[in-house]
């Protein structure tokens, strides 16, 4: 019975890591009938204070190291939004600077084997045209777009857009 | 093609096929004097290997192995008896076992093991607003033979004059 027990156990840690990828499996092929993406709106703003790069936005360090925000003495995350879009569907977010933040989910495509997302983005006052009224964009399945230049409180505000397809 | 059903003969040789590829296989060597005699070469040289290796048996001398094996459970006696009970070894065993397949599982879900998403990204129309000046660049990663799209928007200059009309039309 103990080496029964025993076996199972090592036999459910072995087969553990092929029973996700089965489940991965089905789960895209579910996400092809009902496409949606899960965008995650990452604001930091960049300013001459010193205090480097905030710690939760490490993925974005190399980025950051680089000009135009390697001129920033700190870059800190203000707020982290997260928004699932169904094809065809457009979400908002209001922005630190009470800014809005329109994004729609257009399509998924597949080129060369690799999945891309299209997708429209819209950062402006409420019924307001002014900073950026209209940006169609194309990015890769889990890529990041950024988009700076807004003043706030003294500091430049950095928005990070990144999509996946759920 | 021909490697393909090499391979599959071997395996039908070996039997390692199933029902059904072997049923396979049989039509096709029914049909194919080729097959057949490769299926019987195959025969023949797992006979001349059993040969040479009983051969081999039969003139190597056990019987320093014998000796040896004497001698080990003499020693063997001689020593106190173990402490550590089977069940311990045994338990030992598999505990060992599922430690080093939780850290293979680790290594593999690792996000490390799986590259980080790439940016590339196309920007297929931008419209910015009135007075503001978009600059669109990328910054490269050489390491990761990647680069991140950057839209940098400045409408510091409309604000500056909106702040001016407003200021005007303020004194005015």
Redesign the interface.
Known sequence: MRRALALSFVATIFAAPFSVEAAGAGSAAKVAAADQVQCTIRTAVGSEKAGGVDKRLSKLRKQFSKPPFSAFKSIKLLSTRSLTIGQGASQRATLPNSKVLKLTFKERLLAQGKQRLRLHLSITKPKSRKFLPGTLYTIADGGTLLVGGAQHQGGTLIFAITCKAK | MAEREDRELQRYFDGELSLRQARQVRERLIESADDQRRLEALGEMRGLLREAAEAEADDADFSRLWDGVRTGIATEKGRAPRRVGSWVL??GM?TA??VA??VL?LV??SPLSSP?????????????????I?TIFT?A?PELADA?????????Q??QESQRIRESQGEL
Not at chain 2, 148 to 156: G, L, M, P, R
């Open positions: 045994r338990w598999v076992s599922a397949v939780a599982v593999l879900w980080p998403p790439r940016n590339d990204c196309t920007i297929e129309d931008l419209e910015v607003g009135q007075g503001a978009s910054i990663d991140t799209t950057v839209i940098w928007v400045d409408d510091s409309d604000s």
